[in-house]
């Protein structure tokens, strides 16, 4: 294409560009089921996202949180927070309602508590 | 082609490294309204495609707009969300991918011919017409030199084309560049639009399914 060429390609190529842009802000020029395909693709897209995250979560806290943490069931997570929350009622400890807390995120919530005790002390 | 850049591929992402703002920021704006917006982008700029180029393809919107979100995603293309909606992201992403694809096939027609070959969609009627494939530049000579006659009146509209020309396409530069306020560049952008709509027969079916 000589200059001239070029400079025509880029307007046809921007018109066609303010269109398209228009008729997304309009929301116009879906079928039911394409509109439909885009909400399951986001979904479907989000729900991996989310599962990618949740497995980088649980190696992080398996590479912090100390082995005598991991081992231990949650009932004795939580037990061994409480006693903590008595001990220590001044500290400044994320997540005291511990009834929402997932199982790896109490067990990180501990390590976090029993590291900024030791740091204290 | 195949359908390709499904979430299932994520599976890839495994190696990908992204801060945790940033995949808060990519996983909160990716509804499905958004979605479906740079869906209907997707398809306006496959459906710019296939009319210049005369290749049908069916799977060309879906590719756009699955692998803009899905190599953003990857990192394979970089998107700052401190500078940009994922949605415009979304959308620059697809236009800029679009536009490489008619370019090369301006620039390097026999491209296109040895694809319509291939293609065994194509009707025959496209195929017949392998003889004009390298009158694409001629054809958007014809709607460009058009456009510019049927907004010979509207001087504002003349400046935003004669902007593209100069490859000053954002908002922000035409605007710059014409003077023109918020609302006299939407409204003459507006104007714009409509032109395609005033092209002559020969050149108008071709182009309103290309461009609107």
Request: charged residues 35%; negative net charge.
């Amino acid at each position: 294409m000589n200059e001239h060429q070029k400079k025509n390609f880029r307007i046809y190529e921007a018109v066609s560009h303010e269109a398209a842009m228009d008729a997304a802000d309009s929301g116009i020029g879906l079928t039911d089921e394409e509109r439909a395909e885009a909400y399951r693709f986001a979904e479907e897209f989000r729900t991996t996202i989310r599962a990618k995250r949740r497995a980088d979560r649980a190696v992080q806290m398996k590479e912090r949180v100390r082995l005598s943490v991991l081992a231990l069931a949650r009932d004795a997570v939580e037990r061994w927070l409480r006693e903590l929350f008595a001990a220590y009622p001044t500290a400044v400890i994320a997540h005291r309602d511990l009834t929402e807390l997932s199982d790896d995120d109490l067990r990180t919530a501990l390590e976090d508590a029993l590291t900024l005790i030791e740091r204290m002390s | 082609m195949h359908e390709s850049n499904t979430p299932q591929q994520l599976g890839r992402t495994e190696t990908t490294v992204h801060d945790p703002a940033w995949e808060d920021a990519f996983e909160v704006q990716l509804t499905g309204e958004m979605t479906a917006s740079v869906m209907i982008y997707g398809k306006k700029r496959a459906e710019w495609i296939q009319r210049t180029t005369k290749r049908h393809d069916t799977f060309l919107a879906r590719e756009l707009y699955q692998d803009a979100v899905t190599d953003t995603w990857l990192g394979d293309v970089t998107w700052d969300p401190a500078k940009v909606p994922l949605e415009l992201h979304l959308k620059r992403t697809i236009r800029s991918r679009s536009a490489a694809r008619v370019e090369h096939l301006m620039q390097f027609p026999e491209d296109r011919v040895r694809t319509l070959k291939l293609d065994m969609e194509t009707k025959m009627s496209d195929a017949m017409d392998t003889a004009q494939a390298t009158d694409l530049t001629s054809y958007v000579d014809n709607v460009v030199a058009k456009l510019y006659e049927l907004a010979s009146g509207d001087t504002e509209v003349v400046q935003i084309l004669d902007c593209f020309a100069n490859d000053q396409i954002d908002r922000r530069d035409v605007m710059r560049a014409t003077g023109l306020d918020r609302l006299a560049y939407h409204n003459a952008r507006r104007r714009l639009v409509r032109l395609v709509e005033h092209l002559p027969n020969d050149l108008r079916e071709r182009a309103i399914r290309a461009m609107a």
